[in-house]
C-alpha cells in the first residue's frame, strides 16, 4: 500500500512568519511531487509541483524534494491569512497520484 | 482555457437510489481521475480513465462505476446508494497521458448528499 503522510495540524503561524508543512512517502519509485491548497468547501487547487532532487521556488511558495529519505516540504513565506487553508501533498507513481490527508494551516494576523 | 467543469454541483439523494455524475476535462486533456472526499477518509481515488478504458481503481465496491466518452468527458455511476455515500466527488483532468509530470487539475465537485 504506497502511502503518503502528513501531519493533519492544525499548523499555526503568525502573519509574516514561514509555514513548514511536511510530507512524507512509502514508494521509492515515486516519480512527481506536488502540492495542492484546499480552502474549505472548495476543490484542491494545484500550486506547486517538483520533480528533482532540491528547491523549486514559485513566488512566495518553495517546495523541497529529497528523494534518499523520502521527504517534501512546502515553505511559505510571509505567510497571509488568506494563505490559510488544508494543504495536501500528492505522489504520483506512474499514472497513480496518491494524496496525504492534508495539514491544516491557521495564518493568525 | 475553461476548467475541468463538473454537474451537478449539489444532489441529494435517498438510500438505494442511483445517481451519475459527469465530468468535463479541460481541452486536450484525455486523463480522468475521480476521487471522493470525505472529512474522516480524506481524498480516497476511485478510478482513472484514459482513452475510453479505465486504467487504474481504488478500493470501492463494485457500486462505484465509470465511463469515457470518445470526447475525455467522464461520467461515474453510484448504484444502491448508502448513507455513507455522501460526499465530496472530485474529477481531475490530467494532460496528454495522464502519467509523469502531467499535473492534475480539480473541478469544482459534486456534493452529494444521500437521506
Known amino acids: 500500500q504506497k502511502e503518503v503522510e502528513q501531519n493533519s495540524g492544525p499548523l499555526s503561524v503568525p502573519e509574516g512568519a514561514i509555514a513548514s508543512l511536511n510530507c512524507t512517502y512509502s514508494?521509492?519509485?515515486?516519480?512527481?511531487f506536488f502540492w495542492y491548497r484546499q480552502y474549505s468547501g472548495k476543490s484542491p487547487e494545484l500550486i506547486m509541483s517538483?520533480?528533482?532532487?532540491g528547491d523549486k521556488e514559485d513566488g512566495r511558495f518553495t517546495a523541497q524534494l529529497n528523494k534518499a529519505s523520502q521527504y517534501v516540504s512546502l515553505l511559505i513565506r510571509d505567510s497571509q491569512p488568506s494563505d490559510s487553508a488544508t494543504y495536501l501533498c500528492?505522489?504520483?507513481?506512474?499514472?497513480?497520484?496518491?494524496f496525504g490527508g492534508g495539514t491544516r494551516l491557521m495564518v493568525k494576523p | 482555457k475553461a476548467g475541468v467543469t463538473q454537474t451537478p454541483r449539489y444532489l441529494i439523494k435517498t438510500r438505494g437510489q442511483q445517481v451519475t455524475l459527469s465530468c468535463s476535462p479541460i481541452?486536450?486533456?484525455?486523463?480522468v481521475s475521480w476521487y471522493q472526499q470525505t472529512p474522516g477518509q480524506g481524498l480516497q481515488f476511485l478510478f482513472e480513465?484514459?482513452?475510453?478504458?479505465?486504467?487504474n481503481k481504488g478500493n470501492f465496491p463494485g457500486r462505484f462505476s465509470g465511463r469515457q466518452f470518445s470526447n475525455s468527458r467522464s461520467e461515474m455511476n453510484v448504484s444502491t446508494l448508502e448513507l455513507g455515500d455522501s460526499a465530496l466527488y472530485l474529477c481531475?483532468?490530467?494532460?496528454?497521458?495522464?502519467?509523469?509530470?502531467?499535473?492534475?487539475?480539480f473541478g469544482p465537485g459534486t456534493r452529494l448528499t444521500v437521506l
Open positions: 481531475a483532468s490530467s494532460g496528454k497521458s495522464g502519467g509523469g509530470r502531467n499535473e492534475q487539475f
Open positions: 481541452s486536450g486533456h484525455r486523463s
Open positions: 514508494d521509492r519509485v515515486s516519480q512527481s
Open positions: 517538483i520533480y528533482s532532487n
Open positions: 480513465y484514459f482513452s475510453e478504458t479505465q486504467r
Open positions: 500528492a505522489v504520483k507513481t506512474g499514472n497513480m497520484l496518491t
